[in-house]
């Protein structure tokens, strides 16, 4: 069993800062990338960072200088930095992890619980 948990959102003034985690749990598996999307109500989600197992990073061009994805390896954990919080950055977040089963090396993405970022005064 893979399971991811998420948590951190919360309501929050512009221009302040959250810090959303996602911790992966189960055995039988490695992690390849891990990423944070999200979805406002009436829009597509969006990719908005993105981290490789190797450390490289890819950011939405609206959130770069404002958000910082890192990882944990030895937590099995993603975080997402969140500064300079606008009310456009009000959205549900997701955690998206890939990861690949170390017996046959099948591989699989799972998605997390989503939640919900408010930025607003």
């Known amino acids: 069993q893979v399971q991811l948990v998420e948590s951190g959102g919360g309501l929050v003034q512009p221009g302040g800062s959250l810090r959303l985690s996602c911790a992966v749990s189960?055995?039988?598996?490695?992690?390849?990338?891990m990423g944070w999307y999200r979805q406002a109500p009436g829009k597509e989600r969006e990719l908005v960072a993105r981290i490789r197992s190797g450390g490289s990073t890819i950011y939405a061009d609206s959130v770069k200088g404002r958000f910082t994805i890192s990882r944990d390896n030895a937590k099995n954990t993603v975080y997402l930095q969140m500064n300079s919080l606008k009310p456009e950055d009000t959205a549900i977040y997701y955690c998206n992890v890939g990861i690949y089963v170390v017996v046959g090396g099948d591989e699989y993405e799972y998605w997390g619980q989503g939640t919900q970022v408010t930025v607003s005064s």
């Open positions: 189960g055995s039988g598996f490695r992690i390849n990338a």
